[in-house]
């Protein structure tokens, strides 16, 4: 059964981080982009980050350059969003998704990604 999962969520003060990690099983994911994408309350969902299969390309969204840093573990099959300083704006659902997008990624869309996880809830809260 294809699945990903992500953990890793929770909640924490404005400054803190969270390392949220989605791990893959019945697929491998060494030749998927992974993006990673949340959705607030009342918001349309949004692409956060993404990393290519070779990890050669990565693309963080305005909001998150320099707090956020992707990476991936072929090995483990897992794919990690270090979130740093986090902001309450940050407070969502974030999902991670896998889609065959050659040596390439993108999160300008979410329709190139096919499999989608269930979602893990991050809050940014004093």
């Known amino acids: 059964q294809v699945q990903l999962v992500e953990s890793g969520g929770g909640l924490v003060q404005p400054g803190g981080s969270l390392r949220l990690s989605c791990a893959a099983s019945g697929f491998t994911l060494d030749y998927y982009a992974i993006g990673w994408f949340r959705q607030a309350p009342g918001r349309e969902r949004e692409g956060v980050s993404c990393?290519?299969?070779?990890?050669?390309?990565?693309y963080y969204d305005d909001s998150v350059k320099g707090r956020f840093t992707i990476s991936r573990d072929n090995a483990k099959n897992t794919v990690y969003l270090q979130m740093n300083n986090l902001k309450p704006e940050d407070t969502a659902v974030y999902y991670c998704a896998a889609g065959i997008l050659g040596d390439m990624c993108a999160i300008g869309t979410d329709i190139l990604y096919d499999y989608w996880g269930q979602g893990t809830q991050v809050t940014v809260s004093s």
């Open positions: 990393i290519s299969p070779s990890d050669a390309v990565t």
